[in-house]
């Protein structure tokens, strides 16, 4: 089966703090997608970042980065020097191209809420 | 270009009544998800569309739930008998590409209040 696990429920820090959203995730497939979205308090699902299984490599954009390790089945994410527009619920997400997820649709993991205060 | 739309973006109805929630996706995008997002909860996918046809609707939770893609472009979840637990954010995804290979981007969502 497979499944996405968000530990962090909610994560409060203070403007310019760097902060990491963890993400760890199950699959059987060999060949596999993970997303993260943002969902700002607007409630419309922002696309940030999708990677596939073969590519470990790990990616900045700007103060975002993301850390991709298939021993441990992670895909976690970075802010650096955090700000209060970041402040969202931050979805992990999977889907696979074999076993899991059918025809391509998202796992989600369950969110967490990241407060940014001034 | 414009993104996924959805309407309405607020629906509230009575136990019992039938609604129907409309998406448009991207221009061009061939694949269309509808999912259902409840409160402090991920989405949960519901169906897929792969042009006109319903690829994959092992999300319905049941036979109240229906949807079509006619022309391949506009899609309509309808709901029949609603109940109070039907109550949620009804979200709608488009892509374009092989099943699991385009990224879903997403609409802005239909909340949906069953009283």
């Known amino acids: 089966a497979q499944k996405v696990t968000q530990a962090q429920t909610e994560i409060s820090v203070v403007e310019k703090e760097d902060v990491t959203l963890d993400c760890v995730y199950e699959?059987?497939?060999?060949?596999?997608?993970l997303f993260w979205y943002k969902q700002p308090p607007s409630g419309e699902l922002v696309f940030l970042i999708r990677?596939?299984?073969?590519?470990?490599q790990n990616e900045i954009s700007g103060r975002y980065s993301w850390n991709f390790q298939k021993s441990t089945s992670s895909f976690n994410f970075t802010i650096t020097a955090s700000q209060v527009v970041d402040s969202a619920v931050y979805f992990c997400?999977?889907?696979?191209?074999?076993?899991?997820?059918?025809?391509?649709?998202?796992?989600f993991g369950k969110g967490t809420k990241l407060s940014v205060k001034p | 270009g414009a993104g996924v739309s959805q309407t309405p973006s607020n629906k509230v109805t009575e136990k019992g009544k039938y609604v129907e929630l409309r998406c448009d996706p991207i221009?061009?995008?061939?694949?269309l998800y509808w999912y259902r997002q409840s409160l402090g909860q991920g989405p949960e996918f519901l169906i897929y569309?792969?042009?006109?046809?319903?690829?994959?609707d092992s999300g319905l939770p049941n036979d109240r739930f229906f949807a079509v893609r006619p022309e391949g472009s506009v899609s309509t979840l309808k709901i029949q008998r609603t109940e109070r637990g039907d109550s949620a954010v009804y979200l709608c995804?488009?892509?374009?590409?092989?099943?699991?290979?385009?990224?879903?981007?997403f609409g802005p969502g239909t909340r949906l209040t069953v009283l």
């Open positions: 997400a999977l889907t696979g191209l074999n076993y899991g997820g059918s025809q391509g649709n998202l796992i």
């Open positions: 699959t059987r497939d060999t060949t596999y997608y």
């Open positions: 995804a488009s892509s374009t590409g092989l099943a699991g290979v385009g990224t879903q981007y």
């Open positions: 990677r596939n299984s073969f590519d470990e």
């Open positions: 221009s061009g995008h061939t694949a």
């Open positions: 569309f792969q042009g006109t046809g319903a690829a994959d």
